[in-house]
Nanobody, 125 residues
């Protein structure tokens, strides 16, 4: 059974930082492409960042480029999202997603096979 468990969400003031983690189990993590998406109330799920199986390639939405960094530790079966210079517009539920097996960075939600339950990020201005 595949499980993706996000953690690290919470409340932060604008300009602050948070680091999200997504621990994966039940899938061959080292050959899986991983991504982060977010969904704000009343809005569609939005791509945030993705990383290929080895970590050698990453891709970001324009809205987070230069502020967010996606990384992975294949030894720990974990993908991270470091979020800096947070803005009120970053407030959303953040979801981890996996394409397994998958080697490329992926930006479309329906390309992913598995999803976590999400973690809430609230940025106060």
């Amino acid at each position: 059974q595949v499980q993706l468990v996000e953690s690290g969400g919470g409340w932060v003031q604008a300009g602050g930082s948070l680091r999200l983690s997504c621990a994966a189990s039940g899938l061959p993590f080292s050959v899986s492409a991983m991504g982060w998406f977010r969904q704000a109330p009343g809005k569609e799920r939005q791509f945030v960042a993705s990383i290929n199986w080895s970590g050698s390639s990453t891709y970001y939405a324009d809205s987070v480029k230069g502020r967010f960094t996606i990384s992975r530790d294949n030894a720990k079966n974990t993908v991270y999202l470091q979020m800096n210079s947070l803005k009120s517009g970053d407030t959303a539920v953040y979801y981890c997603a996996a394409k397994s097996p998958g080697r490329r960075t992926l930006t479309v939600a329906n390309e992913y096979d598995y999803w976590g339950q999400g973690t809430q990020v609230t940025v106060s201005s």
